[in-house]
């Protein structure tokens, strides 16, 4: 596989390639041209995603292909590798907004609560003081009805009392 780089393209337009001088020139002009190449690393400090010896083993083990340390088909793992950790920050940070988020709505519910049983417990203590007062008005005027009744029987009784005095003096006189 030829690195040569496209004719458009030459070797200013890569940042990580330091420039070539004098009579390197010319040997570098000739020689095929290559990326530095770094070691592989797992990018994601979890073990989520592929290192590039990773995919190379599993390329050779699955389709007997030795697959070179140089090949641009393993810049994917790298821009893959790249794209679970963005994702990854994504989601971490989509964590924190709906955790912030689910603490607003919880405290903003608390609240409601809170205020629902306060009120709750004034109308209870409200309805207990009312009906207690009601309750001792309805006693106080059933007391006086049972007063005005009690009276009018102690009435009769000693109405009846008298009846009975003068039934028993008559009764004497008259055998006498």
Request: net charge negative; glycine share 6%.
């Amino acid at each position: 596989m030829s690195d040569d780089l496209p004719p458009e393209e030459n070797s200013r337009d890569w940042p990580d390639e330091a420039p070539v001088s004098g009579s390197d020139a010319a040997v570098a002009d000739n020689a095929p041209q290559s990326l530095p190449v770094s070691e592989p690393d797992q990018c994601l400090p979890d073990g989520i995603g592929l290192s590039v010896e990773d995919v190379r083993a599993m390329l050779a083990k699955k389709h007997d292909l030795a697959v070179p340390k140089d090949d641009p088909l393993l810049m994917m793992v790298t821009i893959q590798n790249a794209f679970l950790g963005v994702q990854a920050q994504l989601q971490k940070k989509h964590e924190k907004a709906l955790a912030a988020f689910m603490g607003q709505q919880t405290a903003a519910y608390v609240e409601g609560v809170e205020k629902s049983v306060s009120a709750l417990q004034k109308t209870l203590s409200d309805v207990t003081i009312n009906g207690i007062r009601d309750a001792a008005s309805d006693f106080a005027a059933s007391l006086s009805g049972f007063k005005t009744t009690l009276y009018l029987c102690t009435a009769i009784m000693a109405l009846s009392a008298l009846v009975n005095v003068a039934v028993f003096v008559l009764k004497v006189v008259q055998h006498g």
